[in-house]
């Protein structure tokens, strides 16, 4: 592999610049402070993600300006491709590949890699362990990108269970629900009445010994399959032309797509929730990447609050932090392999909804091909 430009807009101290170079052993200097890092940075992002200097995206941006972007070109044994990244301030990221948007992270690591070793990584010798985990985990996702992922989702689930053990993220809106304006605009499923009344038969023991704790009711339990609008204060409902252009993406992505079958069997908490846990079957990861894809192609690309992967219920929700989170875990212990029974998913619910399914509007429904 072989990187052939680096075109830099307003990014760190750069206004614009482009750098061509050329193959074999290339050498940048310059006077201290003139940018040599910067170039090495702006061409570092585009291996793992992120900055080497553990900065945020918006820290990127040069001073007085509202957005930055970066973009590379390389060549390999048999094809050349071009990267780009904008970094709007106050906003999200955009990543290009060969021109197209790229909305999962996964989707562009691993075709430039690159390994950066500056004065500031001794640490990886005389530092803590920690130090050479993190360095080998940015190493492993470039070469295995599905590592992200898991990455990603080891790190959210340990600093939850900290938090748990804590007393867990309390959700003030449950005590003042008339406060709560956020709405959101999701696609969805629904368990069978049968699962959802061997989850009430669990949920009965946890009030009892749990009162103060908000438990899902029968009606309001669901998995989410995709955030097509994430949930925020006054968000209102597609309409007009725009609620006709989702439902025919929609239709559109969901054509060469089939129904399921999800094993909801045992839970898992959360540092604010406990979750039934489901299996599915590997469509429902093709049908989120085919909404993904079909709707960024529309122009209507998903916001997310996060990547959506699991499959779960979310059955309970903490009001006010755990007295004794212990307790609670060990309660939970109980039905960590419970079987909760299995459904065949045969439609797809599109919901206006608040932040737990009590007040909700079904927009429309999308039969799965069988």
């Not at 090495?40 to 957005?67: M, P, V, W």
């Not at 209102?236 to 399921?260: M, N, V």
């Not at 219920?313 to 212990?326: D, G, K, S, Y």
Request: proline letters at 5%; a positive charge; hydrophobic letters at 40%.
């Amino acid at each position: 592999m072989v990187l052939d430009t680096l075109a830099l807009t307003d990014f760190r101290n750069y206004e614009n610049a482009s750098v061509a170079f050329a193959p074999g052993v290339n050498v940048i200097c310059g006077e201290n402070a003139a940018g040599k890092t910067n170039l090495l940075e702006a061409a570092f992002y585009f291996a793992a993600g992120k900055s080497f200097r553990g900065c945020k995206d918006r820290e990127l941006i040069r001073f007085g300006c509202e957005t930055a972007r970066a973009e590379i070109a390389f060549s390999t044994a048999d094809s050349r491709e071009s990267f780009a990244v904008g970094f709007p301030k106050g906003g999200r990221r955009k990543l290009f590949r060969n021109g197209c948007e790229v909305t999962k992270l996964s989707d562009y690591l691993g075709a430039f890699r690159a390994v950066v070793f500056t004065p500031d990584h001794l640490h990886l010798v005389k530092g803590a362990p920690e130090n050479r985990r993190r360095f080998l985990d940015m190493a492993i996702c470039q070469s295995f990108p599905r590592y992200v992922s898991s990455l990603s989702e080891y790190s959210r689930l340990l600093a939850q269970k900290n938090a748990l053990l804590r007393g867990g993220s309390a959700d003030a809106f449950l005590c003042h629900p008339e406060a709560d304006t956020r709405m959101s605009v999701v696609l969805l499923f629904r368990p069978t009445n049968e699962i959802t009344a061997r989850v009430g038969g669990m949920l009965r023991e946890f009030q009892t010994r749990y009162p103060a704790l908000y438990s899902y009711p029968a009606s309001d339990m669901h998995v989410t399959v995709l955030d097509l609008l994430r949930g925020r204060p006054g968000l209102q409902k597609p309409a007009g032309e725009t609620f006709g252009a989702y439902i025919q993406s929609i239709r559109r992505a969901l054509s060469a797509c089939g129904s399921f079958r999800v094993c909801f069997r045992g839970v898992t908490v959360s540092d604010g929730a406990l979750l039934v846990r489901g299996y599915s079957e590997e469509m429902l990861t093709y049908i989120r990447q085919a909404l993904r894809e079909g709707l960024c192609r529309d122009g209507l690309c998903p916001q997310e609050r996060y990547e959506t992967i699991s499959c779960h219920i979310t059955a309970i929700r903490f009001p006010v932090p755990l007295a004794e989170p212990r307790a609670f875990l060990k309660l939970a212990e109980r039905y960590r392999h419970m079987a909760f029974g299995v459904c065949t998913v045969r439609e797809l619910e599109w919901s206006f909804h608040d932040w737990y399914d009590t007040r909700k509007e079904t927009l429309g429904r999308f039969p799965l091909p069988s």
